[in-house]
């Protein structure tokens, strides 16, 4: 396997091929933030928070880490003004849905975001597709999914399936940024009206 020699924030790092730029900063012990991201899951690109500046000729373009291939000669900085804005603006907009996170309430001091910049919509969700993502990748259950669309998008246990295996895993829960208390809500509130559920669905 060949190595790939980059650099992240003026430090050389060797990666091994097929490591995202995530991966390769992580292995250097450069921390990037992210949301949406876990080691057991798929590379998803939802949440870019875990966005970095690529130096280019003449430039520069801003990538999502967790899903952009390492490469030999790449020049990163995870950390620029344009970076911090761009990540102070998503962190305020998440913090609109879930401003008691303290994930992201942890975020918002580094980066200086306004919880209340928004109009608070909290619904809790903040779609980074965790729960939904690891129940199908790892679990091979499918027992959670999303209902609706854009603003109005949130989880749903499908009471069919999370009646059976819910209560022997609930490895999904700590994995929330906003609240582990919402997803036990949400599959209680499943299994205790699980036709009401399946209508809002239709
Ligand atoms: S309920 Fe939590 S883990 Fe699931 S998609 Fe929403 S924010 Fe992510
Ligand atoms: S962690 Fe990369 S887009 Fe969410």
Same mark, same amino acid.
């Given at each position: 396997m060949t190595d790939i020699r980059m650099k992240i924030d003026g430090k050389d790092v060797v990666a091994a091929e097929g490591m995202t730029v995530l991966e390769a900063a992580h292995s250097a012990g450069v921390s990037i933030p992210t949301l949406?991201?876990?080691?057991?899951?798929?590379?998803? &690109? &939802?949440?870019?928070?875990c966005i970095v500046e690529l130096e280019t000729k003449g430039g520069s373009s801003i990538v999502a880490s967790c899903v952009y291939q390492a490469e030999d000669g790449l020049v990163i900085n995870t950390r620029s003004e344009k970076i911090d804005r761009i990540r102070k603006s998503i962190l305020e907009l998440l913090l609109a849905h879930a401003p008691d996170s303290p994930q992201l309430q942890e975020l918002a001091a580094d980066y200086g975001a306004?919880?209340?910049k928004f109009e608070q919509e909290a619904s809790?969700?903040?779609?980074? &597709?965790l729960c939904v993502r690891y129940c199908t990748e790892?679990?091979?259950?499918?027992?959670v999914g999303f209902i609706d669309r854009g603003i109005r998008k949130e989880i749903s246990f499908l009471p069919e399936i999370a009646s059976k295996v819910c209560n022997d895993c609930?490895?999904?829960?700590?994995?929330?940024?906003?609240?582990y208390l919402q997803a036990v809500f949400v599959l209680v509130e499943s299994l205790a009206f699980p036709t009401q559920r399946r209508l809002e669905r239709e």
């Open positions: 949406c991201h876990h080691d057991q899951l798929q590379p998803y &690109g &939802g949440c870019r928070l306004d919880k209340d809790f969700c903040v779609h980074c &597709g790892v679990k091979q259950e499918n027992a609930k490895e999904c829960f700590p994995l929330c940024p906003t609240s």
